[in-house]
């Protein structure tokens, strides 16, 4: 069993800024494809940015040039650099990861997930 371990959410005035951190297994950091998803109530899952195991990334079209993924591998760590965070921004934020390379936005090609970390963007 792979654990992801999510933290970083909090509230912030649109505008502002919040970096989020999910750490994971080395095996998984170094080389497996990982992604942030993130669930507002009543809705289903989305992806937000997509970061696979050989450095291909792909953004939502709703974050792009404003959140930034990457990796610490000497800590193990996936971030999500979220700037200029809109109200619409607010959800629940997921870290995910598979056992290949490649990614997808289907959540449905993740086997594992982080609990989950909240996200408020007020107005």
């Known amino acids: 069993q792979v654990q992801l371990v999510e933290s970083g959410g909090g509230s912030v005035q649109a505008g502002g800024s919040l970096r989020l951190s999910c750490v994971a297994p080395?095996?998984?950091?170094?080389?497996?494809?990982m992604a942030w998803f993130r669930q507002a109530p009543g809705k289903g899952r989305e992806g937000v940015v997509i970061n696979e195991g050989d450095g291909g990334t792909s953004y939502a079209d709703s974050v792009q040039d404003r959140f930034t993924i990457s990796r610490d591998y000497a800590k193990n760590t996936l971030y999500l650099e979220m700037n200029r965070l809109k109200p619409e921004d607010s959800a629940k934020y997921y870290c995910?990861?598979?056992?290949?390379?490649?990614?997808?936005?289907?959540?449905?090609?993740?086997?594992?997930w982080g609990q989950g970390t909240q996200v408020t963007v007020s107005s």
């Open positions: 080395k095996n998984t950091v170094t080389g497996l494809c």
């Open positions: 995910a990861t598979t056992d290949f390379i490649r990614g997808n936005w289907s959540d449905e090609w993740y086997k594992y």
